[in-house]
């Protein structure tokens, strides 16, 4: 029973420590212990160890640990990328090694044997194709299809030169600060891509997600298969039933069986809790950017239109306030009125609550159009090639 428990505690705790280090900086978790555990693990923890490398080996130490973290988190290296490999590569070895005996078996062919490593292999020239591709590096040769692909909306956007680059900036696109190259339709620096995220490979990312969101259903659903054949070729359940004279009902026999596959196949169970909680995380983070793709809209520019939308809010508020407050004063110097109800005065909308800030996104022209962009991007179109070669 105690490796039962301990595989359970296991589980929980990994549970939480992906889930706090992923999500707890999101609104939900704000002031509750996910957020905390978030903070020292990416804040907390490299604290208390630089203090502990200043202690230990003084400041020559600690220059040696900025340096590497500088390495590590500002500049262009394949850390994030072999780290992926390493986990697809594990997962998939643990996988083939403790459940391929079982294939075929009672409810699964043997041809997973097969598609298994194809689609494993897919991830990986996904994987591949994001790393690797242009993100749509904007310089001297193409910046001027770029300004004319892209429009300035004169509100998260105007005209400008990038600072570092020396040309004209397009709309949407930003240097990065880590490639060290303007990037049209900037979406974020991908570390586990060790490259941008933009306007040529947003269509490969986001079937990298989607694909390894499927692959991991996949991944569970193989698995799950497997063990529902063994029980059937065990006689689990038939020896319960008849042997030990478990009465045959979901709620007498379901705690027995799970003990028996904990006991007998905890490998493929602990695989499974895993790739369920990746499975929930690349759910949530590929609706977050199909989202952002139906409305034509990036990473970069979500946080820009909050900046923009609560400095407006803030803006309105204020007229609205003083507008109350000159009305209020006008209505002092009038003719004295009956005093208002306790209770209309208490009910009464707030003349804040009738601010409304609009956002005009000139970019979002429908879904359909706006996942063809992603699909076709404009500088792999003809009309692009030929405005370069003419300019050129």
């Excluded at 991830?123 to 591709?133: D, E, M, N, Y």
């Excluded at 026999?253 to 790739?275: G, Y």
Aim: net charge positive; glycine share 6%.
């Amino acid at each position: 029973m105690a490796v039962e428990w301990l595989l359970l505690c296991h589980g929980l705790v990994t549970i939480l420590v992906l889930v706090s280090f992923l999500c707890g900086q999101w609104p939900i978790f704000r002031g509750t212990f996910i957020q905390r555990i978030h903070f020292f693990l990416t804040f907390g923890a490299y604290d208390y160890f630089r203090r502990f490398v200043l202690f230990s080996c003084g400041s020559r130490g600690v220059g040696a640990l900025h340096s590497l973290e500088y390495y590590c988190c500002d500049r262009p290296n394949p850390i994030i990328q072999l780290i992926y490999l390493l986990i697809i590569g594990t997962t998939y070895y643990i996988i083939a090694k403790s459940s391929f005996i079982y294939i075929p078996g009672y409810y699964i062919s043997g041809i997973h044997r097969y598609t298994s490593f194809l689609a494993v292999g897919v991830g990986i020239i996904l994987f591949l194709l994001t790393s690797f591709s242009d993100p749509g590096v904007v310089n001297s040769s193409n910046v001027s299809q770029y300004l004319s692909a892209y429009p300035y909306d004169n509100i998260i956007f105007t005209e400008r030169e990038c600072d570092t680059c020396k040309i004209p900036k397009p709309a949407r696109s930003k240097h990065c600060s880590i490639c060290d190259r303007c990037v049209a339709r900037f979406d974020h620096h991908c570390a586990w891509m060790n490259n941008c995220i933009g306007e040529r490979n947003t269509r490969y990312f986001m079937a990298f997600i989607l694909w390894h969101f499927l692959l991991c259903i996949y991944g569970i659903a193989a698995l799950a298969l497997i063990l529902a054949g063994r029980l059937k070729d065990m006689q689990v359940v038939h020896i319960l039933t008849v042997y030990y004279h478990i009465e045959n009902s979901y709620r007498e026999l379901a705690p027995l069986v799970l003990q028996w596959l904990l006991n007998s196949h905890n490998t493929q169970i602990l695989v499974m809790v895993f790739l369920a909680v990746i499975t929930m995380l690349l759910a949530g983070f590929f609706t977050y950017h199909a989202k952002l793709c139906l409305t034509n809209t990036t990473t970069n520019e979500s946080f820009k239109w909050q900046e923009y939308l609560s400095w407006q809010r803030k803006v309105n508020e204020a007229k609205v306030s003083a507008a109350a407050l000159k009305a209020s004063l006008g209505e002092l110097s009038r003719e004295k009125k009956p005093p208002e109800s306790k209770w209309k005065t208490f009910f009464r909308r707030s003349h804040l609550e009738e601010v409304d800030v609009v956002k005009n996104n000139i970019y979002d022209k429908g879904y359909l159009h706006n996942i063809y962009e992603i699909v076709a991007p404009f500088s792999t179109r003809r009309s692009f090639l030929l405005n370069k070669s003419k300019t050129g």
